[in-house]
């Protein structure tokens, strides 16, 4: 089979922001140094992306702090950044089962004022036809599938994912190999629990010695409100209800154009329950009085879920290795205290740009010059933010209460209040899931956290429902890209002790656990079709899981794990929070997953 290679410069992969701005960044550098009478030939520079478009697999908040656009680019109002408004207000709410009460101050981490209301799916769009505009090379529906290294260790290139291989791997009609993209520096901006990045960090232990990442998960809708009860502008966020004390979680509310409400729930990927659902979280969430009233009469018109990068300054790993870079939150630049990742993800991109301009023109791409990169990055605005807040998370493992004193010590003290205290830190958030029998729960049909969510089809939307509203579309006729390591746990092990949890944990409806019988075959083979129209919604069930079987005679029947990977929205959950890490998540065929317009 012959694969075709192509010779570029700089690779960037993954079309977020991070190296969007990397990417805008280095053609601003070369075009300078051009005007200075420095040649440094013809630069060829590529970004490749997983989504069918640049964007598609974009989703946030989001509130902007604009610091790290307005030094990529002064004067991005006049060029015509998309915007949903300037904050014009800012609301902290502690919400209890029944009860709303507004703080008097809002918490200095999420004081919103000078920002800016983004749907970052806009946002990151425009910056790919920016970067167009300024000669990168854009390739959607491109896949990094596997970094190519030399005999050294050294980081080439990337090898993009094959097209038009079928669900047994063999080749269909239209198959066309992937390309090597080879590139004297290699840029990680896959977001968070990069497939490669993860990779990568595992084969040169660049996180050794660093404490393990930490995630959450963030589950967002879009609304159309009948009026103007909520203005574009307004900013609230909420802690309480309906997490419990030793979960960490809270949500957001913001006011976009158009009467458009955005709002979502964050669940941390460490919780302890393992009946823990965090989509049901979010259904929970809006059930609340405070929220329901505001949803009234509107109308759910977007889905989305993705992980978030928790872990701060402690989880970060190595950037830099030879030939390659890690950037935005691939490498953990997000600040978990104010849950803001844009600014950094750009100014990370730009401090990787300044490091790769150098190392072109000393014609030198080893760890040796790209460790620059870090020493960037401590020079920068970025160190002394994430530093402040770098024990932020860790006070939460104590529960709620602890977590927000040790905020608040953080603040005052510059991040060291937790660090005197607790050295011991955090563990990797699936390692903090407990069993069943720690809860006292018999099995997981005992699951009574979300007894009084109805999910209506109204406020509340069962997984599915919400699934057909990340437009999410994958060819069905091709290899799992959700790769179960040990398929025996499933149904002995896992069952028994903690339930199967991935059932819960990801929020797109992907694994369901059935009656296998008659059928007996390898887990992971068997593929639900992708949903073609809303689903009707009746009753609290799913349309797309199958009804637990008739347990006869005191004899429950074999079960085996299904995969509904179609319906995956990319989100991560399942490779990070698997008890017994045995998923794992590779890209898909180019082009598949959701479409996050306006989110
Ligand atoms: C629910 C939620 C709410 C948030 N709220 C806010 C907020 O209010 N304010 C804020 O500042 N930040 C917020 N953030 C964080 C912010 O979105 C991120 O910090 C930021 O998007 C990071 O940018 P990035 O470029 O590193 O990664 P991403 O934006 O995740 O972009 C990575 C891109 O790489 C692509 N990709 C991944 N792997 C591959 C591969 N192997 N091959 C090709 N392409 C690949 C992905 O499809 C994606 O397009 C939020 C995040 C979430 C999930």
Redesign the pocket.
Same mark, same amino acid.
């Given at each position: 089979m012959e694969r075709e290679s192509l010779e570029m410069d700089v690779v960037f992969?993954?079309?977020?922001? /991070?190296?969007l701005s990397g990417a805008l960044y280095l053609t601003q550098l070369i075009e300078k140094a051009k005007a200075e009478g420095k040649d440094l030939g013809e630069i060829q520079i590529a970004v490749?992306?997983?989504?069918a478009s640049v964007?598609? @697999? #974009? &989703?946030? =908040? /989001?509130?902007? %702090?604009p610091k790290g656009l307005a030094e990529l680019m002064p004067d991005f109002i006049e060029k015509g950044a998309p915007i949903e408004s300037e904050v014009k207000e800012d609301r902290f709410l502690f919400l209890t089962s029944t009860r709303a009460f507004r703080s008097p101050v809002n918490p200095p981490p999420l004081n919103n004022h000078g920002y800016y209301i983004v749907s970052?799916n806009r946002l #990151?769009a425009w910056l790919g036809d920016q970067c167009e505009a300024a000669g990168v090379n854009i390739f959607p529906e491109?896949?990094? /599938?596997e970094l190519l290294y030399d005999e050294s260790e050294r980081v080439i290139g990337v090898r993009t994912g094959d097209k038009g291989i079928d669900k047994e791997g063999k080749q269909k009609s239209n198959y066309e190999p992937g390309v090597d993209l080879l590139a004297k520096v290699t840029v990680l901006?896959? =977001?968070?629990r990069? $497939? &490669?990045t993860k990779k990568l960090i595992q084969r040169l232990g660049l996180d050794d010695g660093r404490e393990p990442q930490v995630y959450s998960l !963030?589950v +967002?809708e879009l609304w159309e409100l009948p009026d103007d009860r909520y203005p574009a502008g307004r900013v609230t966020h909420t802690l309480g209800f309906p997490s419990d004390q030793w979960t960490y979680g809270g949500g957001?509310i913001y006011g976009m154009q158009n009467r458009v409400l955005n709002l979502?729930y964050?669940t941390g990927l460490d919780y302890r329950d393992p009946l823990i659902d965090p989509h049901a979280e979010f259904q929970k969430f809006k059930s609340h009085p405070f929220v329901a009233k505001l949803l009234e009469g509107g109308k759910m018109i977007r889905y989305g879920a +993705?992980?978030?990068a928790a872990g701060g300054w402690h989880a970060m790993p190595q950037m830099y290795a030879d030939g390659v870079l890690i950037? =935005? %939150? $691939?490498a953990g630049? &997000?600040n978990a205290a104010r849950? +803001? !990742?844009? @600014? $950094? /993800?750009i100014k990370s991109?730009m401090l990787a740009a300044e490091t790769i301009f150098d190392a072109l023109l000393e014609r030198d791409y080893s760890a040796r010059t790209l460790q620059e990169f870090e020493h960037r990055v401590k020079r920068s605005w970025i160190t002394p933010e994430l530093r402040r807040y770098r024990n932020f998370h860790a006070g939460f493992r104590h529960g709620r209460w602890l977590g927000i004193v040790n905020a608040g010590l953080q603040y005052i003290t510059g991040g060291r209040a937790w660090g005197l205290l607790d050295r011991d830190h955090q563990e990797a958030g699936h390692e903090a899931m407990k069993k069943l029998s720690a809860f006292g729960y018999r099995d997981a049909e005992t699951n009574l956290r979300y007894q009084g969510v109805k999910f209506d089809g109204k406020l509340t939307f069962n997984k599915v429902t919400d699934v057909y509203h990340a437009a999410v579309a994958h060819d069905e006729d091709q290899p799992v890209h959700l790769h179960v390591l040990d398929t025996n746990v499933c149904a002995t092990r896992c069952a028994e002790e903690y339930g199967n949890p991935c059932q819960r944990f990801c929020p797109a409806a992907v694994y369901e656990m059935v009656d296998s019988e008659p059928r007996r075959v390898g887990v992971a083979s068997r593929h639900s079709p992708r949903l073609s129209e809303p689903p009707a919604v009746a009753g609290g069930h799913s349309p797309r899981l199958s009804e637990p079987p008739a347990v006869a005679g005191g004899h429950s029947p074999r079960r085996e794990l299904q995969i509904n990977f179609s319906n995956c929205v @990319?989100c991560k959950t399942c490779d990070i929070m698997d008890p017994y890490q045995i998923i794992n998540w590779v #890209?898909p065929e180019g082009g598949g997953?959701p479409d996050y317009k306006g989110m």
């Open positions: 992969i993954g079309a977020g922001p /991070a190296n490749i992306e997983k989504g964007g598609a @697999h #974009t &989703l946030s =908040g /989001a509130v902007m %702090d970052l #990151t491109f896949p990094g /599938a901006g896959e =977001g968070v990069g $497939s &490669l !963030g +967002k957001w979502g964050v +993705k992980a978030i950037v =935005g %939150d $691939s630049f &997000l849950l +803001k !990742g844009i @600014h $950094s /993800a991109g @990319h #890209t997953g």
